[in-house]
């Protein structure tokens, strides 16, 4: 099912107030939610709106309980939406809120259940898995000693690129100043002559893309370290996104956000993206001047909230048109 989550939820009356904690998260990170509690209106037919809401469902999240579990309702729709299920319509999630698997019954205990105990964490997941991302850390980038010859164009020597490539392998939170990696296990990696990992270094440096502690009693240098402009540049050919891809998406929310700015790590979970993706995009649009920024750096975050500039919405409309 490659279509947007359209997400029913069973609950009990008893659990109202998760129920509707749960919908409204659901509903604020854009996934449509159908919920008795304001989809059902005075008048209508509960059993055929609850039809209707089971059969256009892709995801039907079931919210087990001590208290629900026990409900002849709850299990009807669960029954109906094992039908669904079975004719390939939608997924069946059986969420448990203080309820251990071993509770289960029969037919659902074969079926992940995820817990909503922990329930900020939990969400996220569950979120990551209604859009159909998967949470399993990014394959990264190959040890350079293993890599063949790279053909990508980056426009630098092919010493620079592979002691580039050392820095985007190593690098964790894609920040300028880690890692920090010595002239001897750079060359050790890459296999060249100690000059060649000098002079790679020195282009690197030209170009605003590293930054080098220099070894005042001898030639060359102590190491180096990435600047954030080094990822935003290069990420795109390494790595299985582009900054400036990334970037567009991002102003574009912030130009049709009716909020003042947006917390940056707020938007990491929203499109669940690592550290390591959504940094070289923030520094893109900051480099850029295409939004205001906080100055301070809130780690693991390149930076605490953005909000957009003048040139924000211009930018945008530009890329798109």
């Known amino acids: 099912m490659n279509q947007a989550p359209h997400v029913f939820l069973s609950s009990a009356s008893e659990d109202k107030e998760l129920a509707v904690r749960l919908a409204k998260d659901l509903l604020a990170r854009g996934i449509d939610t159908f919920n008795y509690i304001w989809d059902i209106k005075m008048g209508e037919s509960f059993r055929q709106r609850i039809d209707e809401g089971i059969t256009n469902c892709t995801h039907f999240l079931v919210l087990l309980t001590p208290v629900s579990i026990r409900k002849p309702w709850v299990n009807a729709e669960i029954d109906a939406a094992f039908v669904q299920r079975l004719e390939g319509r939608c997924k069946l999630i059986p969420v448990r809120y203080g309820l251990s698997a071993s509770e289960l019954p029969p037919l659902l205990s074969g079926l992940h259940s995820p817990s909503l105990d922990n329930y900020e964490t939990d969400l996220y997941s569950?979120?990551?898995?209604?859009?159909?991302?998967?949470?399993?850390?990014?394959?990264?980038?190959?040890?350079?000693?293993?890599?063949?010859?790279?053909?990508?164009?980056?426009?630098?020597?092919?010493?620079?690129?592979?002691?580039?490539?050392?820095?985007?392998?190593?690098s964790e939170r894609r920040i300028g100043g880690e890692p920090q990696v010595s002239l001897t296990d750079i060359q050790a990696r890459i296999s060249l002559p100690e000059q060649a990992v000098v002079d790679a270094a020195s282009e690197l440096e030209e170009?605003?893309?590293?930054?080098?502690?220099?070894?005042?009693?001898?030639?060359?240098?102590?190491?180096?370290?990435?600047?954030?402009?080094?990822?935003?540049?290069?990420?795109?050919?390494?790595?299985?996104?582009?900054?400036?891809?990334?970037?567009?998406?991002?102003?574009?929310?912030?130009?049709?956000?009716?909020?003042?700015?947006?917390?940056?790590?707020?938007?990491?979970?929203?499109?669940?993206?690592?550290?390591?993706?959504?940094?070289?995009?923030?520094?893109?649009?900051?480099?850029?001047?295409?939004?205001?920024?906080?100055?301070?750096?809130?780690?693991?975050?390149?930076?605490?909230?953005?909000?957009?500039?003048?040139?924000?919405?211009r930018w945008v409309n530009q890329m798109e048109a």
């Not at 580039?164 to 190593?170: E, K, N, S, T």
């Not at 940056?264 to 939004?291: F, G």
């Open 126 to 170: 569950l979120i990551c898995y209604l859009y159909g991302v998967n949470e399993k850390p990014p394959l990264g980038t190959p040890p350079v000693f293993k890599a063949p010859p790279s053909s990508v164009d980056t426009g630098l020597s092919r010493a620079a690129a592979l002691v580039a490539q050392v820095l985007i392998h190593d």
């Open 207 to 313: 170009q605003g893309l590293v930054s080098l502690r220099q070894n005042l009693n001898a030639k060359g240098f102590e190491a180096l370290s990435p600047t954030d402009r080094l990822f935003v540049a290069l990420d795109k050919h390494y790595v299985g996104w582009d900054p400036e891809i990334d970037a567009l998406k991002i102003a574009a929310y912030l130009v049709n956000s009716e909020k003042d700015g947006e917390n940056v790590q707020h938007l990491a979970e929203m499109w669940c993206w690592s550290t390591r993706r959504i940094n070289p995009a923030i520094n893109y649009l900051v480099q850029s001047d295409l939004v205001m920024a906080s100055d301070m750096i809130s780690l693991p975050y390149a930076r605490n909230w953005i909000r957009s500039n003048n040139r924000t919405r």
